[in-house]
Structure formats: structure tokens, C-alpha cells
């Protein structure tokens, strides 16, 4: 498998969010951090902002890493998104991304008149349902849907997500019981090599996922290393 693919489908689910964002879950929250592992090492970073103005709820991400092989960097990332939330409800989100230098975006805005999502994006443009998400992480509304928006380039994927268990995990020398979720593909159109699955563990006490887990041209990580 290419490793522009692999990266591709690591990005695409690297951290996601239902329509209601369910701001009040994080009101108070400035800020979180996460590294990014490969293999045990750290090779990069997502961060997250968040802003509250009345009923506007904005969050900042931006992601940085590269991979690099015998010295070499043979992948990197460099990525910026912003979404907003009116009255609990996504009207809008934007990304710009360089992949390896090559560029790649999205637009999304909410039509009220059609009650959809309009996209324009490097590898789709159209029409998305208010039940789809968007990608990232800081969000835990992605346990609850089954379709989301890649941040990379605004194509649709389908996803099945389930509740693996209850489990104690120690991040940062704390310890936190967390849910246990698997997300995985579930659209037999995909190729092999753009199907994922992730495990994520969640600690609803604060709102937080706390470590997501995937295996694939080599064993990746994304830990929470701070919060505000």
C-alpha cells in the first residue's frame, strides 16, 4: 500500500464531529493538545482552540507531522481547520491542507433553504445530509454517526462504531476510566487500502478522547498531552 494512501485515510479520520456539537459539553475548554506517534515516537502534533461568542461556537485546529524513513522524510502534513456552530448546529467549516507540498481544501457551508450541506472540496463538491460529520477528534459526537465529511478533501465515508467495553488507562502518569470504541469503514466500494479502523478511548467524565490507536505501515498513536 502507497503511503500517500495510508496517510490519506489517518488524516481523513484523524478526529470527528456530529451536526450538534453540543457546545455547553465543552464550554469553559481553551485548549487541547495531542501528540502524534509512530511507532512509539513522537513525530508531530494536533491542537485544538476554542472560542465562545454568545451563540457562536468556533474551533481552531492545526496538525503538523512527517514521517521519515532512514533520515528521510517520505510524508508530512501540515493542516489548518476552522468550524463553526450556531445555536449547537456546524454552518461552517474550512481546511486547507499541504500533503507532501500538494494542496488540498474544503468548504462547507449550511444551506438553510435545502437544509443540507453544500461542499466544495479537492475531491468532492456537492450536496452532504445533517446527519454526516466532519473529521477530527476533539469531538465526541463521532460514536453517535455513521457518515462523515473527510477535513482533507470533503469526501463522504461510511462508518460502523462500536462499544467495545469500559477500561483504566494511565495517560500523562494520571489514570482514567474511559469507554472503548472501534470505528471502523463499512462501504465495500472502498479499496483495501483506503479502508480504516481506529479504537478510541473516551473519558466521559470530562468530554475527553483521551488516545486513539491505529495499526498500518507501522503502529500509530494520537495521546492527549494537555488540556486547559
Known amino acids: 500500500m502507497k503511503m500517500k494512501h495510508f496517510i490519506t485515510v489517518l488524516i481523513i479520520v484523524m478526529f470527528a464531529s456530529k451536526v450538534m456539537a453540543h457546545s455547553s459539553h465543552y464550554e469553559g475548554l481553551k485548549k487541547i493538545e495531542m501528540d502524534v506517534l509512530r511507532n512509539n515516537e513522537i513525530i508531530g502534533s494536533t491542537s485544538y482552540f476554542f472560542e465562545f461568542d454568545e451563540d457562536l461556537f468556533v474551533v481552531k485546529n492545526y496538525t503538523n507531522f512527517k514521517v521519515e524513513l532512514f533520515g528521510v ?29 500538494k494542496e488540498k481544501y474544503v468548504n462547507l457551508n449550511y444551506d438553510k433553504d435545502r437544509n443540507k450541506f453544500i461542499i ?90 483521551l488516545k486513539v490507536t491505529y495499526s498500518k505501515m507501522g503502529n500509530w498513536e494520537y495521546r492527549l498531552r494537555n488540556f486547559e
Request: glycine letters at 6%.
Open 73 to 101: 522524510t517520505v510524508f508530512s502534513i501540515l493542516s489548518e481547520t476552522i468550524e463553526k456552530y450556531k445555536d449547537e448546529k456546524l454552518v461552517f467549516f474550512k481546511s486547507n491542507t499541504f500533503q507532501n507540498d
Open 120 to 209: 466544495d472540496g479537492s475531491s468532492y463538491k456537492g450536496e452532504a445530509s445533517l446527519d454526516c460529520t466532519i473529521g477530527n477528534w476533539w469531538n465526541h459526537k463521532i460514536f453517535n454517526s455513521d457518515k462523515q465529511i473527510s477535513p482533507l478533501s470533503g469526501s463522504i465515508k461510511k462508518q460502523t462504531v462500536s462499544l467495545i467495553g469500559t477500561k483504566n488507562i494511565t495517560i500523562n502518569g494520571k489514570e482514567y476510566l474511559t469507554e472503548h470504541f472501534n470505528i471502523k469503514s463499512n462501504d465495500e466500494d472502498l479499496s483495501d487500502e483506503k479502508k480504516f479502523e481506529f479504537d478510541v478511548w473516551y473519558n466521559p467524565e470530562n468530554n475527553l478522547i
